[in-house]
């Protein structure tokens, strides 16, 4: 063998001497990591994590996905109907009196008044008008109506009612 061989294995052993060293210092720290205790998980973080994965939607497939998908709409249509103002109720003494009352027995924002000068007086352009007046929103000079009396939550029914139970009371 040459002089330059034996240069090269000799710079080739210590470059190969090098990394074992390196891989038994990993391997020692690694063993020294691996024996400390894992700290212990926040609940908080968890909590916040298993509802940060959680699923938003299901499958539903075959015929018992077709009864579990008819029972989760029925659950939906419950849950909307429990989101409807005063629980859905067509009374429109129950909407005037916690809705309507405010403005209509004082007057206020040039709201008629329960009577035959104010709504009675009103009544003479229609109910078609008076309900689309209701739902809609109206501003004249007379004065403001909010939409669904301020409360987007009542049904066009509910406000159809409240104004059939004012137009009675006249």
């Given at each position: 063998?040459?002089?330059?061989?034996?240069?090269?294995?000799?710079?080739f052993s210590m470059v190969i001497?090098?990394?074992?060293?390196?891989?038994?210092?990993?391997?020692?720290?690694?063993?020294?990591?691996?024996?400390?205790?894992?700290?212990?998980?926040?609940?908080?973080?968890?909590?916040?994590?298993?509802?940060?994965?959680?699923?938003?939607?299901?499958?539903?497939?075959?015929?018992?996905?077709?009864?579990?998908?008819?029972?989760?709409?029925?659950?939906?249509k419950a849950a909307a109907a429990?989101?409807?103002?005063?629980?859905?109720?067509?009374?429109?003494?129950?909407?005037?009196?916690?809705?309507?009352?405010?403005?209509?027995?004082?007057?206020?924002?040039?709201?008629?008044?329960?009577?035959?000068?104010?709504?009675?007086?009103?009544?003479?352009?229609?109910?078609?008008?008076?309900?689309?007046?209701?739902?809609?929103?109206?501003?004249?000079?007379?004065?403001?109506?909010?939409?669904?009396?301020?409360?987007?939550?009542?049904t066009d029914d509910q406000v159809?009612?409240?104004?059939?139970?004012?137009?009675?009371?006249?």
């Amino acid at each position: 063998m040459r002089n330059y061989d034996l240069d090269f294995l000799k710079r080739f052993s210590m470059v190969i001497a090098f990394l074992m060293a390196v891989t038994l210092g990993l391997i020692l720290f690694a063993a020294y990591l691996h024996h400390e205790l894992p700290r212990q998980a926040n609940p908080v973080e968890v909590k916040r994590t298993e509802a940060r994965i959680a699923p938003t939607g299901q499958v539903y497939a075959g015929a018992s996905g077709e009864a579990a998908k008819a029972a989760a709409d029925e659950a939906a249509k419950a849950a909307a109907a429990s989101q409807v103002a005063y629980g859905g109720t067509l009374d429109g003494s129950v909407i005037y009196g916690n809705l309507c009352a405010g403005c209509h027995n004082s007057g206020a924002g040039g709201a008629p008044k329960l009577d035959a000068a104010g709504i009675g007086a009103r009544a003479g352009q229609g109910k078609d008008t008076l309900y689309k007046h209701a739902i809609e929103g109206f501003t004249g000079s007379a004065g403001v109506m909010p939409a669904k009396g301020g409360n987007p939550a009542l049904t066009d029914d509910q406000v159809k009612a409240t104004v059939d139970w004012m137009l009675e009371q006249v």
